[in-house]
């Protein structure tokens, strides 16, 4: 597909349950995020996948968060033993490359989000 | 302690008013982004940019790095300029990215 695209779109679970959300990002996009947001609130960062560098977990905001990136294209958000406080719409975001000297200064391309709802 | 500030928080225009939203940050930046995004919830990106100005159709975003502050001005507001507009940062130092609480824009015909 010619854009960012995501799944599920929707999910409702329970609470103490895993989940598991999907990214694919632009074709020969080398640069993927995660983002987060909450009812009513602003965007959060989660994650970072920079080609094959480790990823920068700097924003994720417990232990029950983690994502991988396999192959340098699709990746999967998982949140286990999800809390009702993790319900928001989590968002993903591709780029070309990084800026200069490291810089995250590449328009980001973002995709339509998973509705989370933890019950 | 917020790194990004935005105001308004919201904005209510007449059609064809012009509209400017006003984004501060606090921490060094190697470049500052314009998001837009509508009722239905998708993002799209309006601007990165460094320094100086850019334009796109009625859209204007200018940064002053020394002042740590850039302005998204809207020339010619229509009803469907209607959107929350995030101001982002990404910082000079690691990956973060840090984003405003957005400006609600509601332009009445």
């Known amino acids: 597909g010619a854009g960012v695209s995501q799944s599920p779109s929707n999910k409702v679970t329970e609470k103490g349950k895993d989940v598991e959300l999907r990214c694919d990002p632009i074709s020969g996009h080398t640069a993927l995020y995660w983002y987060r947001q909450s009812l009513g609130q602003g965007l959060e960062f989660l994650i970072y996948?920079?080609?094959?560098?480790?990823?920068?977990k700097s924003g994720l905001p417990s232990d029950r968060f983690s994502a991988e990136r396999t192959g340098g294209s699709v990746s999967t958000l998982t949140i286990q033993r999800t809390q009702q406080e993790d319900s928001a719409v989590y968002l993903c975001?591709?780029?070309?490359?990084?800026?200069?000297?490291?810089?995250?200064?590449?328009?980001?391309?973002f995709g339509p989000g998973t509705r989370l709802l933890v019950l | 302690k917020n790194e990004v500030e935005q105001s308004p928080q919201n904005l209510t225009a007449q059609e064809g008013e012009f509209i400017t939203i006003n984004c501060s940050y606090s921490?060094?930046?190697?470049?500052l982004h314009w998001l837009q995004q509508h009722p239905g919830g998708g993002i799209v990106s309006l601007f990165m940019?460094?320094?100086g100005k850019k334009k796109h159709g009625r859209l204007i975003a200018t940064i002053n790095i020394q002042e740590k502050h850039s302005s998204l001005h809207i020339t010619a507001s229509h009803p469907r300029d209607s959107a929350v507009y995030i101001c982002?940062?990404?910082?000079?130092?690691?990956?973060?990215?840090?984003f405003g609480t957005g400006t609600s824009l509601t332009v009445i015909p």
């Open positions: 975001a591709s780029s070309k490359r990084p800026g200069l000297a490291g810089g995250r200064g590449e328009t980001q391309y």
């Open positions: 996948f920079q080609g094959n560098s480790a990823p920068d």
């Open positions: 940019l460094s320094s």
């Open positions: 982002a940062i990404s910082a000079n130092t690691g990956n973060q990215f840090y």
């Open positions: 921490v060094g930046i190697s470049a």
